[in-house]
């Protein structure tokens, strides 16, 4: 077995890490009856993921801190696909809020009949690979990425977990499901958070007053959900995150592949972006192609 066997799951031609997924994990996730008022948060990894854990639950019971408190962030918002859902899917009050990064076709049969709605966050591609490309150095049960040329062409060849970006992407923007999902960008919410949580409370019929908006938006703050244990993953044993390499929650803001990209692989990259999306109906709504502050 190569380290990479050891360390992935193959699951419909992409790789998981065995750390949190297993064949077990998986079956438990196709089986899962979805209900009608059940909320997911689908994203592509490092994409606001974690952020959304903080958000949702906020939104939903209309700004109650106590479960941002005092339970663990994988434990409130769990992932659909991991083995952790299985232990807690029972405490979960309702409206449930769920996180996935599956792609839209291997969503379970009860998702497609049921009314649950998605929240689908996008986030600048270039920015995800830096995160990712930090994310594996500091989690023990991930590869090593290489050097960061290495890395980015694994990420363009979709040889990294969750698979291509690209087709994480189409398969949700072409997910024909009406009024059941809401498409928001990681940099909408770096940028004015209140508006982003304002759209997120209309389109869960939440009716949230200006000031539980603002409220929640403080809560969620970058600054503050580092500094809360509850969210900010330093609960996990050093065996699995080293955060003395890179912490968790590194940066959370938007630009950071200026600081990584040179001009050839700037220039690789957009063509391996823009090659996969060629004939899609979608734009992608930032420019690749910018050297300059987006």
């Avoid at 290495?150 to 994480?168: A, C, M, P, Y």
Wanted: proline share 5%; with cysteine; charged share 25%.
């Amino acid at each position: 077995m190569s380290s990479s066997e050891e360390m992935y799951l193959q699951y419909h031609g992409i790789l998981l890490p065995r750390e949190t997924h297993s064949s077990e994990s998986l079956k438990f996730a196709r089986g899962l009856k979805f209900e009608d008022d059940d909320v997911v948060a689908v994203t592509y990894p490092k994409s606001g993921t974690i952020w959304m854990q903080e958000i949702l639950p906020l939104v939903l019971n209309g700004g109650d801190l106590t479960p941002v408190h005092t339970i663990a962030n994988w434990d409130r918002v769990p992932w659909l696909e991991e083995t952790r859902l299985a232990k807690v899917v029972d405490q979960l009050k309702s409206p449930r809020a769920l996180v996935t990064h599956f792609p839209y076709n291997l969503m379970p049969r009860s998702f497609h009949t049921s009314k649950a709605k998605v929240i689908y966050v996008m986030r600048n591609p270039k920015d995800i690979l830096v995160s990712s490309y930090y994310f594996h150095q500091m989690a023990t049960f991930l590869e090593d990425p290489g050097t960061f040329d290495e890395f980015l062409d694994k990420f363009l060849e979709g040889r990294v977990l969750f698979g291509k970006w690209t087709d994480h992407v189409k398969s949700w923007r072409r997910a024909e499901l009406g009024d059941r999902i809401l498409f928001i960008t990681y940099e909408d919410m770096v940028q004015d958070l209140p508006a982003a949580i304002r759209r997120m409370s209309d389109f869960l019929c939440r009716n949230l007053s200006e000031e539980v908006i603002q409220k929640i938006a403080e809560h969620c703050s970058f600054k503050t959900m580092k500094a809360n244990s509850m969210s900010n993953f330093s609960l996990v044993p050093k065996d699995y995150m080293d955060s003395d390499k890179s912490p968790f929650l590194r940066k959370g803001i938007v630009g950071d592949w200026k600081n990584h990209f040179s001009p050839e692989q700037l220039a690789r990259f957009t063509k391996g972006i823009h090659k996969e999306l060629e004939g899609e109906s979608f734009s992608l709504p930032w420019s690749l192609e910018t050297t300059s502050r987006e």
